[in-house]
């Protein structure tokens, strides 16, 4: 049985530089997607922008994983088989999503695919568990709080984006029309 563990710990991690190869190039094709195509400078410019934003990213972004992996999954409540399912499906299901998805040219947000597929193994996962023993409950196994605070938190993100960058757009048109 420690045998079937190794392969799969040897195949998340395989599947780790996959996803950190797609997931990186996800973040520079959204750094650099609406950049190159409005022209607003020379493409080497921008992709040392883009560089610098994926660098700053990567170094500022610890904390939001740490909530997903502490706030959505009750790991003490599952047993090892069951947390290694739930990082296998979850690692998986990634690096298809975010492959398929920069396939077809379509904006994606690797933090937002991680916290959304951690949430689905999570919920399917209990709902297997609760179906096999009804004294169970969901609460004991999906911290659903914790994970409502993680989805608003992203929806009032980019509502928050929304709304800077259009001050931002609104200022600088104000700035720069002489009319």
Known sequence: METIYLCIVIFLLC???????VGVSNDAVNFLQSAVGARVAAFRTVLIIASVGVVLGAVLSSGMMDVARHGIMMPDRYSF???????LAVMVTDVIVLDVFNTLGMPTSTTVSLVFELLG?????????VMADPDLDYGMLLNSNKALQVIIAIFVSVAISFVVGMVVMWISRVVFTFN
């Not at 599947?15 to 190869?21: E, N, P, R, T």
């Not at 088989?81 to 990082?87: C, D, F, G, L, S």
């Open 81 to 87: 088989h069951e947390v290694m399912t739930i990082y």
């Open 121 to 129: 193994g999570t919920a399917m996962l209990a709902i297997l568990k």
């Open 15 to 21: 599947l780790a530089v996959f996803d950190l190869f």
